[in-house]
């Protein structure tokens, strides 16, 4: 079984549009979540950490449920600059992050 | 407010050449990173650096060395490049300590090796 498993999309939204993505991680271990933005071509970027109580910042909101292992992340009012891959990464110990190839999102005019 | 500087940007080598990519980060971090990230495919790890004077195999070192040179220099050497080696190359730091601790990334070296 993967470590991470999401969707890939592409996931193609207009402007304005809420789009929700979801990720099921398989180590129940894990004890820290990220979700990641990357560009194409570029390197990824912190979006936010994802904390057992959800966690919102601005459009961005974050969910846990840490007895089904899974995330999901909530885009309200999509903006082009959203369009991105984002990356589902859950964490455990000292362990360096893994990265699956994410869910491609294209925010269209 | 550097985080984590590669060098160089961009590199074209010819097959069989050596190259070393320098990575530096200036947040005092433990544990640092090379990836590579392949078209369409996600990042893949080479080999990692828990700390000063450590370093370990990721899931791809075949082909590859690294340095950990002091706290805040990790490098990753090419001793004889393969095209198969084509590739974008992210390093990255974290701190170690656990809790909710999150990598933080260069923005990259695009090597072609043909």
């Known amino acids: 079984r993967k470590e991470v498993e999401q969707d890939p999309g592409p996931f193609n939204v207009p402007e304005g549009a809420t789009v929700a993505f979801n990720c099921t991680y398989s180590?129940?271990?894990?004890?820290?979540f990220f979700w990641y933005r990357q560009d194409c071509r570029k390197e990824p970027k912190l979006l936010m950490s994802?904390?057992?109580s959800g966690n919102e910042d601005g459009r961005f909101t974050a969910q846990l449920n840490r007895a089904s292992q899974y995330i999901s992340l909530l885009i309200r009012d999509s903006k082009l600059s959203d369009s991105a891959t984002y990356l589902c990464?859950?964490?455990?110990?000292?362990?360096?992050?893994?990265f699956g190839k994410g869910t491609r999102l294209s925010v269209i005019a | 407010n550097a985080g984590v500087t590669q060098t160089p940007k961009f590199q074209v080598l010819k097959t069989g050449q050596s190259m070393t990519l320098q990575c530096a980060q200036d947040?005092?971090?433990?544990?640092m990173y090379w990836y590579r990230q392949d078209p369409g495919m996600g990042l893949r790890l080479i080999y990692y650096?828990?700390?000063?004077?450590?370093?370990d195999k990721g899931e791809v070192p075949n082909g590859y060395n690294v340095s950990r040179l002091n706290k805040r220099e990790f490098s990753l050497r090419l001793e004889s490049a393969a095209p198969s080696q084509t590739s974008v190359y992210f390093c990255?730091?974290?701190?170690?300590?656990?809790?909710?601790?999150?990598?933080?990334f260069g923005d990259g070296t695009r090597l072609s090796i043909l």
């Open positions: 990255a730091s974290r701190p170690t300590g656990g809790g909710n601790q999150p990598q933080h």
């Open positions: 180590n129940s271990a894990s004890q820290s």
């Open positions: 994802v904390y057992s």
């Open positions: 990464v859950p964490h455990s110990g000292n362990t360096p992050l893994v």
């Open positions: 947040m005092n971090h433990n544990s």
């Open positions: 650096s828990a700390s000063e004077g450590t370093t």
